[in-house]
């Protein structure tokens, strides 16, 4: 095809199907077409699109759906209850090396590829998604049943496996923060090709990158020995965020869960970070040893 009929195409594809496998296929072959023809800044903005396309997946709003995220006591984590907000993270910046797919894999790519315009490629795909951003959530039980039918809205803390709370929450002494989504998180934007939305993952008992991959499950894939967190991301994209952690407005905090070892000193600064939340009837809670049961943490309200 000529550069001509690429844009014909893509023109027609943009009505009828935006977001089809079509439309990722196209502009995928449109750039490397346009850095055969050594017009770069084209083929990165073609790019740029197929990052957009290919990753805003489902745009499900999930309203009513609650979901846990398991911090430390940071000034941080205190700052986004205080204000209302979400901080969003580049994900090679999270703990675990091996959580995310996709830049392993198309680093693997540049290392092994022999053609010129394919690496040319795999540069600007690797520079497009550092622009993505994440936030990791965990539920009790699973966002969508393997039947497909929808999973339960409310969520029960005390149904968390409590390696979450020594894995994430700083060995029991951190918080878990529940959030209920309203119809206002999940959304996207044509024009600035940016979204919010949520990813349920997909565990793996092994990934072999050797054998390919859908861009499609570069997020979503995980190993199974994860399993055990029922995770849930939150993935945002925005061309004009050059920050290496963003900000964004959290959905609607409903619970305050403090962790079984959490000290005094944090237990108020939490209390302090609450109270622009208390119109907002944020309750807290103090996580407990079930007296029948070593092995199981119950929360107890104290707020």
Same mark, same amino acid.
Not at 90 to 100: A, G, I, V
Not at 195 to 211: A, G, P
């Given at each position: 095809m000529t550069l001509d009929e690429y844009q014909s195409s893509y023109d027609k594809l943009l009505v009828e199907s935006a977001f089809s496998k079509q439309m990722i296929d196209l502009l995928k072959d449109w750039s490397l077409e346009l850095i055969r023809a050594n017009q770069l800044d084209a083929a990165q903005d073609k790019v740029d699109e197929f990052i957009y396309r290919a990753f805003i997946g489902d745009l499900t709003p999930y309203k009513g759906y609650q979901f846990f995220s398991f911090r430390g006591f940071s000034d941080y984590s205190l700052n986004d209850i205080k204000t209302g907000k979400l901080s969003l993270a580049?994900? =090679?910046?999270?703990?675990?090396?091996?959580?995310?797919v996709l830049f392993a894999y198309f680093k693997r790519q540049?290392?092994?590829e022999s053609d010129p315009v394919n690496l040319a490629r795999h540069f600007m795909v690797l520079k497009a998604a550092n622009q993505l951003r994440m936030r990791c959530f965990v539920r009790t039980t699973p966002l969508v049943e393997k039947d497909g039918t929808p999973g339960k809205e409310q969520q029960d803390v005390s149904g968390i496996n409590p390696l979450m709370w020594a894995h994430y929450a700083q060995y029991h002494t951190g918080f878990s923060a529940c959030y209920e989504l309203d119809d206002t998180f999940v959304k996207y934007s044509d024009s600035d090709m940016s979204?919010?939305?949520?990813?349920?993952?997909?565990?793996?008992? =092994?990934?072999?990158?050797?054998?390919g991959l859908k861009i499609g499950d570069a997020f979503s894939w995980k190993n199974a020995i994860w399993e055990y967190e029922n995770e849930v991301r939150c993935i945002y994209l925005d061309y004009k965020n050059d920050k290496q952690f963003k900000e964004v407005d959290a959905p609607?905090?409903?619970?305050i869960y403090l962790g079984l070892k959490c000290s005094d000193v944090n237990r108020h600064k939490m209390e302090l970070a609450l109270r622009s939340q208390r119109k907002k009837n944020v309750e807290l809670y103090q996580m407990k040893i079930d007296p029948s049961n070593i092995c199981k943490l119950l929360p107890e309200r104290i707020g």
């Open positions: 580049h994900p =090679e910046e999270f703990n675990d090396p091996l959580d995310t540049v290392k092994i979204f919010t939305r949520m990813c349920i993952m997909d565990y793996k008992n =092994e990934i072999d990158l050797s054998k609607p905090l409903k619970a």
